[in-house]
């Protein structure tokens, strides 16, 4: 077995019993199907620390989350840059301690990605616990997914 990284990780955040919370991972596994070698894709369902072992070693880092900003509209996806994640952006737990991820890494000097973006939709409410996608954010996923595999085509050319 090949333990060997590819250059680029897509990494899902959301949790599948907790509704819209899920929409990171639904574009994942439908960007999945559509994306050829060179990109490893990874769920989880916790980040905080765990995402800087997760991350390490990669050169280039896309995540897929759900976020309720109470600013932006249902079903409005975003692309957010390192510098917009190292701010005070809190619309999703899974974003909590980013900043801290980031600069510790620098600090121990650990391999991190040089590139690292997200792409979020934003959901109504996040703390609802069922499985499946509202019929807004279902209908989202294609566009979802199609815009993350935009940005892995320009980060492969």
Do not use: C
Request: hydrophobic share 40%; net charge negative.
């Amino acid at each position: 077995m090949s333990t060997e990284k590819n250059p680029i990780l897509v990494i899902a955040l959301g949790n599948d019993i907790m509704g819209d919370d899920a929409a990171g991972l639904e574009a994942a596994r439908k960007l999945e199907k559509n994306i050829g070698g060179g990109i490893d894709v990874f769920e989880i369902s916790s980040a905080g620390f765990r995402l800087l072992d997760v991350m390490e070693g990669y050169e280039k880092v896309l995540l897929l989350d759900s976020v309720q900003s109470r600013s932006g509209r249902i079903g409005e996806i975003r692309e957010l840059d390192k510098k917009e994640l190292m701010g005070k952006y809190s619309g999703s737990p899974h974003y909590t301690g980013l900043p801290e991820i980031i600069e510790l890494a620098s600090r121990l000097d650990i391999s991190f990605p040089k590139e690292l973006k997200a792409l979020v939709i934003e959901i109504n409410n996040e703390s609802i616990i069922r499985e499946g996608l509202s019929p807004v954010i279902e209908e989202k996923i294609p566009l979802f997914a199609s815009k993350a595999h935009d940005i892995l085509r320009n980060w492969q050319n």
